[in-house]
Structure formats: structure tokens, C-alpha cells
């Protein structure tokens, strides 16, 4: 009876809408559903949600989530807890309370995430639930088109997590980390391994033998696959196989400075083999600290002191060893060649060839071979003194004239000074110009300093043509000879035309007497016609 009077109740509601839809379905619906639920608006929709004479049914609720329903028929899942199992829906996601409300909210500090059946733990409890329900670690397409689930995450780490190792080692990644933090491995024991640790290799740095490695553009760190079969595959070896691949055979894992014996070692295997004095030299005498520590060697400054004191380093040069001269039978003997001492600034030539090195490389405290002798005058005696200057040879360069073959052989070149011979010069004898000097009687005057004619020739014109108290020569005669006259009479005062041109010289110019000297009278001041005529 109750059954059929509710069936009547809801036809005539029925019946009712249909008559007046608007009205009637302002009057029945509580309010607008959520946005998710909008698709779901009008009263021909409610029986999609509700049941005629019921509240909101669960099982229409699950026959739009499917993907609800099947976590909760496999018993898996939040909505399958023993909390939450057979619950009606609405009692946590009600609905008709704006388009804006949100259905599914819950207080994370009260919400319990081991009733999802994945109990957070260590690192996992500090985490944000958006920072592992995100649609990226969601892989059924269907599902992660949702605009808003926390449904589709797997429990597996890599479901979430980046694989650093890129697939190298197993997808279980608890054989070796916990949840707390990744680094270090607390959970992995190398002693399980093909290669337990020992000695020195306990405290070794994990990067010192796993590198870092490139596989499918991602960086990761190599932990399976390394070779530990020899020594060499991680350490270097010093000795270049001199001694062979196995190690063990000197060394052990505690240290490598460690060496089991020496018995029977031969040194010429190693990088510096013993020659001349160093044969009998006792070992400790290079190995002061241990046989083990490694020594510089490919310099015989690094055990021998320079005796030079630095002598032969030059700026911005790799300083020389000892072995560029001498050699292993003892350093009284030098391999310094003339060849070699001709790279140098300062060649070995002619009668220097001849030369001992001592009498340039003198001895005091030791011998001095960073000498500054680059100009004759540093060994040589300047016979010459200061009457020679730079005018004739810059910074004193005795090869101006001289050779190092002979001091008597000259090769002067005059023409460089500024008194160039030309004509009747270049016949004259240089003693003709540069006389020996009384006081000294050796040392001849090269430094002249008064270059004029007048200097060495006497003036036959007794100053007629002097100008600031020297006389120009060179505007009548030549180096070719006094007869030979440049002077041209019409750039005088007086110009000669007419029968003027053929009249001697001696006509108008004639010799006269003066301090007991004749001359011809060129200067007469005559230039007027009643001078003459």
C-alpha cells in the first residue's frame, strides 16, 4: 500500500512538470550543480542521480565513475577503506550549491593517507599532495584528462620518481634507499658485491670509481657494468707498465706507499734509469721521505741546487737544466759547444774562436758566465778614447771599421760620416786629415772638429770671400781640383755683357800685396764705368 502511494506521489510530480516546467523546476531543484555536474542540469536529468522516491543513489553515482567502481570492486583505494566502503556519496560530495563549489575538498591535516592503502612515510609526509597527483605521473590517457582525481597513481617509485640510473640497475629502488632521502644508499652493502671493500678503498669517494655517464640525453651515475678485474682500470699507472699490470705484486690496498720488498729492483725500468754518478748514489739520498713518494725527475734542478744562481733564466723563457751542458759523469765537464755559444747574442768568430772561456768568463766565487759583453769595449781597451761617438758608430760597435779576424784589417766607409770624400779626396792619405796626436804620439785624431776648407787648405784669398768668419770654398771650386771654377761672374754685382765678356780676368782683377802676401784682388768695389774707363 505504501508502495503504490508513493509510486502515485511521484507520477503526479510528474505530471506537474510537465505542465509547468519552469516554475516547477525552480521550486524542486535545491540549487545549480557544480561546474563538473552542469552537463547534468534540468529535471529531466534527475533520475540520472536520483532514484524516484529515494536520495541520491550510490550506484547511479558509480555507473559514471567507472574508474571509481572498479578500484572499489578490486578493494583497492580510499573509497574501498574499511572507513569509507558502503558509505553514501553525498555524505562527502553533495551537490546543487553553485556552479562554483568544489565537491571534492577534504582537510589535509585531518585526512588519514594510509586508508588509501599507500601509508606516507619519511620524505612522503613533508610532500604537498600536488606534488605527486599531477596529471604527469597519471599514465591511463583517460584518466588524466580529468581536470581534477587524485586516482591514478601507481605505488612504484618510478612511478613518480625520475630513474637516475636510466634502467641500469632495478626498478625496485628499496634494495638501496629509503624514504627518508635518496642520498647516500643506506640500504646497499658493497661487501655484496663482486668487489667488497678493503682497505683504502673503504674511505674512497663513490665518484672516484662510478662516473657520471650520458644515456638518452639525461646524465646518471654508473654503478653497474665497472670493470675491477686489474688496478689499472680505476688507477693510473705510474710506471707505464714498466713493472707489469699486477700491482699486487708491490703494493697492497692499504696504502700504495706500502711496498712489500725491494729486493732484486731494477731501477732502469723505472722512468729515470741510473747512469754515471748516479750508480753509486745511495737511494735515500733522492728518496728522503720513503721509497714510494713519487720524485720530480725529468729535471736535474729538482734535486740538484743551481750553481748559477739563476744566471741563464731569462724572462718569460722555460729556465734551463743542467743537462743542456753537462752530463751524468759529473759537471766538471761541459757539453757547451762553439755552435751553441753561437745562438747567442754574442757569436764566436774569427780570433774569438781562439779564445779560452776563461779569460771572458772570469772566476771569482764561482764562475761568471752572465756577462754583459755585447760591445767591443767591454773586454777591449778603447784605444780611441772619446774621440769617436755615436756619429760614427752607435753604442761604440768597434765592426764599424774593425773585424774579428784582425784589428789592422780596416773597413771604414767615410761616405757614412758627414764628410763624404769625392774628387781630389779620396788620394789623400788619412794622415793627411787625421794626424797623430803629440801628447800621446799612438792615438790618432779621427774626431775632427772643424770640417771647412780652411781647416786643412790656406786661404789664397786672404778672407775676401769669408762669411760669418768662414770662408765658402765650395761657391767657386770644386773636390775636383782648384781650376776647376764654378763661379759664374753674372750672379755678381757686376754683369759681364758685351765686350765686358771677353776682357781678362786680370784686367779688372789684378795681384796685389798684402802683409807679404800676394793675392788677386776679386772684392775691387769697381762697378761703375769711370771705375775702369
Known sequence: MICLMKTFKYLLYLLILIAFPVGVSAQLSPGELAEVHAFLEGLSNCTKCHTAGAKVSNDKCLDCHKDLKLRIDAKKGYHASARIYRKSCVLCHSDHHGRKYQIVRFDKSKFNHSETGY??????????????HKPSNIKDPAIRKKKQTYMGLDTRCLS???????????NDCANCHNNEKFKPASGFEHNKTKFPLKGKHQDADCAKCHPNKIQNNKEFTQFKGIKFESCKNCHTDPHDNKFGS?????????????????????????????????????????????ITAQLKHNRCADCHSDYHKGDFIKPDQPAPDCKDCHHEDGFDNSTFTIERHNELPFRLEGAHEATPCFACHKKSDRW???IPMQACSDCHQDIHANDLDSRFYPGKTCTKCHNVSSWAKIGFDHNETSFKLTGKHLSVQCSGCHPKQQESGTQVLFKIPDSTCQACHTDIHLGQFQENEKSECSKCHSPDGWKTLLFDHNTARFKLDGKHS??????????ELKNNNYFVLYKTGRIRCEDCH
Open 502 to 511: 771677353k776682357v781678362s780676368c786680370s784686367k779688372c782683377h789684378p795681384v
Open 160 to 170: 613518480c620518481h625520475e630513474d637516475i640510473h636510466q634502467g641500469t640497475l632495478s
Open 368 to 370: 761568471q758566465f752572465k
Open 119 to 132: 601509508t606516507l612515510e619519511g620524505a612522503h609526509k613533508l610532500a604537498e599532495c600536488s606534488d605527486c
Open 246 to 290: 699486477d700491482c699486487s705484486k708491490c703494493h697492497v690496498e692499504t696504502s700504495f706507499r706500502n711496498v712489500k720488498s725491494l729486493a732484486g729492483f731494477d731501477h732502469n725500468q723505472t722512468g729515470f734509469p741510473l747512469k754515471g754518478k748516479h750508480i753509486n748514489t745511495d737511494c735515500k739520498s733522492c728518496h728522503k721521505t720513503s
